[in-house]
C-alpha cells in the first residue's frame, strides 16, 4: 500500500522510536491524523517542550526540567548512599519501589570497548567528585549483570579502591543480562535490601 509522502514520513518517525514496529507506526500515525486540531497542536507543543526544558542534572546526570533535579535537591535523603544505575530509566523502576531513601548517579551509559565507548564517554568524573564531597560514602552498583555492566563495575572498583568508600552491589537473585528497568518491584526491593558489600 502507497502513503501519502507526509503520512510515510510520519511513520517513519515513529519507527524510530524503541520496540515501535512497522505495523505499530502505522496505527500511531493514523491515530495522529485523525486528532482534532487543538489535540495535534498540544500534541506538537509538548513534543517541543520536552526537547526545550529538559535537560541532564548537573550533579547526577538524571533528566530535570530545573537547575538541579528533585532528588538532588531533597535534603530529606541520604546524600552519602549513592545508587550507580545506566540510565534515567532504572531511576524509576527503583523510585517506584519507594523503599530507597539515598540518592543516584546515572553514568548514562556503560563501559564498552566493543563500542569505542569508554570511561570518558560515560557520567563517571562526576561520581568521583560526588565520593569525594561525602561523608563515608557508600556506592550501591546498580548495572545490569552483562560484559558491560561487569566491565563497568569493575572500573569504578578499581578507581576507588584507595578511598574510603563502601562499594555495594545487588544480589544476585537478579537475572544474568536483565534490564533493571523491566524487573518487578519485589524482586528488585530484594535486591537492594541484599545487596552485597564488594569493596571499602
Do not use: W
Request: with cysteine; aromatic share 6%; glycine share 4%.
Amino acid at each position: 500500500m502507497l502513503y501519502p509522502d507526509s503520512l510515510l514520513k510520519l511513520i517513519n518517525f515513529y519507527k524510530k522510536q524503541p520496540g515501535v514496529g512497522e505495523k505499530s507506526a502505522e496505527r500511531m500515525a493514523l491515530a495522529t491524523i485523525l486528532m482534532d486540531d487543538k489535540e495535534i497542536t498540544d500534541f506538537a507543543t509538548a513534543l517541543v517542550d520536552a526537547k526545550n526544558k529538559i535537560k541532564k542534572c548537573p550533579v547526577c546526570g538524571s533528566l530535570t526540567e530545573n537547575d538541579v533535579c528533585d532528588i538532588c535537591s531533597d535534603q530529606e535523603r541520604d546524600h552519602n548512599l549513592i545508587c550507580v544505575i545506566e540510565d534515567y530509566k532504572s531511576l524509576i523502576s527503583f523510585e517506584k519501589v519507594g523503599n530507597f531513601k539515598g540518592i543516584y548517579h546515572v553514568l548514562n551509559g556503560l563501559i564498552s570497548p566493543m563500542d569505542s565507548i569508554g570511561p570518558e564517554d560515560i557520567n563517571i568524573s562526576s561520581l568521583v567528585k560526588r565520593v569525594d564531597e561525602a561523608q563515608n560514602p557508600e556506592l550501591i552498583l546498580a548495572l545490569k549483570s552483562s560484559i558491560e555492566g561487569e566491565t563497568t563495575t569493575l572500573y569504578i572498583k578499581k578507581i576507588f579502591e584507595k578511598k574510603n568508600v563502601t562499594i555495594s552491589r545487588l544480589s544476585y537473585g537478579i537475572p544474568m543480562g536483565a534490564e533493571i528497568d523491566y524487573l518487578d518491584i519485589i524482586t528488585l526491593d530484594k535486591a537492594l535490601e541484599d545487596r552485597k558489600r564488594i569493596s571499602e
